[in-house]
């Protein structure tokens, strides 16, 4: 199915599902890492084992969704004994952005080592832009000077946004909380490195430039992520089976089923991911205190609504794509700090509402030009069926016309 075949109303509702979703994930991470008073930080549960159970979790409601589809036990034990073991090839295709996101994450912890948690934020913003240079290169989307406009202004709305959270807090503070939470504010990430606090680089140019180009590094690897997830989930089951299709005996999936299957073979890699980092980063702890040490309900909120973040994403690069997966997370950079005011009182300066004006501009810029590529795409081709009505003028090949006139010079004989 094509991105046209679904309608404006659930495009819509899709985006404002996943904007909504993503708003939640960011309020219930934030308070969930927030220490009250008589606690000590070492009461708080480890992100990593948050994000093992969030990718965990993301396997299991996929599953549950196969299962809507196949509806039956044991074809969905057969789809999945096919489509993610025997057909181990298609499934070896998803490890690509699981790795990627590790790498992503190690540059992440290299690049909180050597900037200010405001450049680190600043400059990885250049991933609204990476996406798009990205799609130009693995999908063949080619964007108008005034979607170029559009993603600049969201870039310096969503930097101003940043800006202005960032301004009135330490900066140590700042890093050593990002460091913390990192791991469970990504989507399909697995954080592998050693927590580090910020410390100035002392004047030395050479370290920040390095965090700076971990951080462009960041970018590009999140943008490949996430344009090479997309191009697969578009994929056809031919194509992507080696012209079988994804299909068991009399059992053939919809484009829905082929989605949940393509969630479980990338989920089942990043489950691999974050198991390995739960050993590497919090080994020692989980050793002592145990691997669910910390959690309660607000915990296990937080990694459901990881998992329907996840499910909300598929379909998003399903049928939008990866620019409008970045605005909605902006619009919900936006929105999660409305509801830090409204659950807080944290109030914001002039630049924070200038950047949300300047988000909200940039998606009216974007999707006004959107429409009017449709239109002109409807009305051209309507004037190419129109061309198809009428006459066309007789073409033959040389070889052909020859022959002819040979045999008309034969009967003429």
Known sequence: MKTESLSKFWKLALFCSLTIVTTANIVCVNFSRIV????????????STSVFCNELAKIILSCVLLLYEVKSCSRLMSVLKTEVFEKWSSTLKMAVPAIVYVIQNNLSFFALGNLDPATYQVTYQLKLLTTALVMRLLLG?????????ALFVLLIGVCLVEIEKLAPQDMTAVSRQMLQTASANKKDDS????????DSPAGSSVNVLAGIAATIGMTFCSAFAGVYFEKMVRSSPASSSGGKGLQQGAIKLSELGELWVKNIQLYLFSCISALAACLLHDGDKIA?????????????????IGSAGG???ALMLKYLDNIYKN???SMSLVLASFCSFCLTGQLYGPKFFLGSFLVCLSLFIYQSTQKTLT???TVGSNSANRQRNLPLPMYMPKEVISKVMEQNDVSKA
Request: neutral net charge; charged residues 15%; glycine residues 10%.
């Open 375 to 377: 239109n002109k795409t």
């Open 141 to 149: 989307k080619i964007l108008t000077s005034k979607q170029w406009g």
């Open 311 to 313: 499910t909300a994403t």
């Open 36 to 47: 009250f008073p008589g606690d000590s930080s070492a009461s708080l549960y480890y992100p």
């Open 288 to 304: 002592e205190n145990g691997f669910f040490h910390g959690y309660n309900s607000l915990t296990v909120v937080v990694v459901l």
């Open 191 to 198: 954080v592998i490195g050693e927590e580090r606090s910020y």
């Open 327 to 329: 605005f909605a997370s």
